[in-house]
């Protein structure tokens, strides 16, 4: 079935960028999402892509979709302690229209 | 606030207890979801309502059942759990047939079954 993959942690230091990765196997997908989750609290739509976009950008947002590779990237610039939470990357697929969502990449910042 | 409001926050319960959580959106949204949340794990998509009407019910156990009375409340009665179901437990909803909508979720209820 569907499946979608992603690192459970990621260590930054405050200021440097973050990169979060996802991996996704549905090749139909046709919307790829990343939610932020913060301690204590529920999800959060953070941006999505379409997939026939490449490149998405939001302030300090960058999301970056590989079709190919079936890869997808959130890009944080100057990530600052408040981006501490567990970010989601879900994709929608065209047969069955329900997200897949992958375990959460907890971002860590270090001082 | 997310517009979808969880109660209660955290739910501690016996495995021959029976008790329920309740999801509430006030977003005019016309489908609703339970997910369950553990730890490392993906979030996995229990039941999906539509108008109000179950339209997915992923191979979710009996001892969880579902009831959507109308389109702004949802619930998840639980009975004779285990303790392999203490989770965090999300309701979302969203505007279906809009592809690439955003679902918006509620706090969750911080279940541990005991």
């Known amino acids: 079935g569907e499946d979608v993959e992603q690192s459970l942690f990621l260590s930054v230091r405050e200021g440097d960028s973050s990169v979060i990765n996802c991996t996704y196997t549905?090749?139909?997908?046709?919307?790829l999402y990343w939610y932020k989750q913060e301690p204590g609290a529920g999800l959060q739509l953070l941006t999505y892509i379409f997939s026939n976009m490449d490149m998405k950008q939001d302030q300090r947002l960058t999301v970056l979709l590989n079709k190919k590779d079936k890869h997808l990237s959130l890009r944080i610039a100057d990530t600052q302690t408040g981006d501490s939470a567990i970010y989601f990357c879900a994709e929608l697929g065209d047969s069955n229209y329900q997200l897949i969502w992958g375990a959460g990449t907890k971002l860590i910042i270090k001082p | 606030e997310t517009g979808v409001t969880q109660t209660p926050r955290h739910l501690v319960m016996g495995m021959t207890n029976k008790k329920s959580l309740k999801c509430e959106q006030h977003?005019?949204?016309?489908?609703m979801y339970w997910y369950k949340q553990s730890a490392k794990k993906p979030l996995e998509l229990m039941f999906v309502?539509?108008?109000?009407?179950?339209?997915e019910n992923n191979s979710v156990p009996s001892r969880f059942s579902p009831e959507c009375p109308n389109s702004s409340h949802l619930f998840l009665h639980l009975h004779t759990l285990q303790p392999e179901d203490s989770a965090l437990y999300l309701c979302?909803?969203?505007?279906?047939?809009?592809?690439?909508?955003?679902?918006?979720f509620g706090q969750g209820t911080r279940l541990t079954v005991v």
């Open positions: 977003l005019g949204h016309n489908a």
């Open positions: 979302a909803s969203s505007q279906e047939g809009q592809g690439g909508t955003e679902a918006f």
């Open positions: 309502y539509n108008f109000k009407e179950q339209t």
């Open positions: 549905d090749s139909s997908s046709t919307y």
